[in-house]
Each structure stands twice: as C-alpha cells, then as structure tokens.
C-alpha cells in the first residue's frame, strides 16, 4: 500500500443529505417534480451529470448549468457558515498523511473539495484533488480514482479508497484500489457494493487502525 485516496461527501462531511435537500428545493422551485430513487441515482454523478438529469430527468425548468451554478451556491452558503465536518475526519486525514500520500477522489466540483479543505486547515496536507467534473465520467465508472493515483505517480492498485456510498464503493473496486468503506446513514449502500470492501468502519477516525493491519 502506498497511497490513501479519500472520497469527500459521506466520509469527510456529513453533506449527503445537504446535497439531497437542496435539489429537491431547486427542483420543487423550478417546475421540476422530485421522483422515488432520484436521491440514489445521483450519487457519484459528476456535476454536470446530475444538473443534467435535473432538467431532462425530473423536469426543472432552468438549463442544465443554471441549476449546477444555484446548487453549488447554496452548497457554498452552507459551508462559509457552518462547515458539516464530520467527527474526526481532519483529525484523521492529518494523521493518515503523516504515513502516506493522501488525495481526495469526489464526485464534489472542486469549489466544495476547496472550501472543505480551507475551513478545516488541510490545504497543506492535502495537495492533490480530484473531482469527477475533471474526468470523462462521475462514479461509479473508475475515472476519478485512477486520475488522483497517477497524480499522486502511484499504481491504483496499491491505494487504498475510503469510501460511503454504493456507487462510490463500485467505482473504487473498478480502479482496483482496495477498498474501506465507511457506510453512509443517510443513504445505506447497497449490499452488493458493500461486499466489494476489504474493511468495513463504523467511524472515520477507526481508519488509522484499519491502515496498519491492511499494510502489516
């Protein structure tokens, strides 16, 4: 093992759910209709994707960049005021690159990646970021784990990707990393991509620990 690649929502930040109501208020505001498994569907859509899907899929009656720019803003409202870090998780990046390179592989546009970085003080640490707007497609295609190994000039197969959601744990056995998963609450994974982990966490801060078996 020679790299720790760290998806963003669900892991880092308790965003999933920020990321699900504030869709659904661009949606209802904008002549669109909320539909059963669209939370799910989206998650690991590039931004481009799931603004795209807004519009085609439930109806939302701005343009496709339109609706990327008014949920982004909103995202970004949340974050200048109360960042939703989870427990732990600076604590635990910081901790983690003291051993091994470390990026982050989101399907977040890099003005959330940035802002998540600035307000917990890891711009530092943290110097190489991914975000699937960057790549030919959001998860879980392998695209955005396998560019932010060959940024960090390392085999993805000898990463390891921390991880929550089922697309996201998908796209990271796709890129051949192995994988933890840190399931998300709000949105349970699937169990089938949950099989595809190596390791499985109740808490962030339990990966330094899981780290050092993994590398024994």
């Known amino acids: 093992m020679t790299a720790v690649l760290f998806d963003l929502d669900g892991v880092l930040v308790d965003s999933e759910h920020l990321w699900d109501r504030i869709r659904r208020e661009v949606t209802e505001q904008h002549g669109g209709e909320w539909a059963d498994g669209a939370s799910e569907r989206m998650m690991g859509m590039s931004t481009p994707e799931w603004a795209e899907y807004l519009v085609t899929g439930l109806g939302v009656r701005l343009s496709s960049e339109e609706v990327a720019e008014t949920v982004i803003d909103r995202m970004a409202e949340h974050y200048a005021a109360e960042p939703p870090t989870l427990p732990g998780a600076v604590e635990t990046v910081r901790t983690v ?36 707007e960057q790549v030919g497609a959001g998860k879980p295609a392998p695209d955005v784990y396998l560019r932010a190994a060959d940024e960090l000039g390392v085999d993805a197969r000898r990463c390891v990707a921390v991880e929550d959601s089922s697309n996201g744990l998908r796209s990271a056995a796709a890129a051949g990393t192995t994988v933890v998963a840190v399931p998300n609450p709000h949105f349970p994974p699937a169990a089938d991509a949950l099989r595809l982990a190596e390791r499985r966490l109740e808490r962030i801060d339990e990966l330094p620990g899981v780290l050092a078996e993994l590398s024994a």
Do not use: K, N, Q
């Open 97 to 132: 690159a003291e051993r091994y390179p470390v990026a982050i592989a989101s399907s977040a546009p890099p003005r959330i990646i940035g802002a998540f970085l600035e307000t917990g003080g890891l711009t530092d640490v943290v110097r190489h970021t991914v975000s699937s």
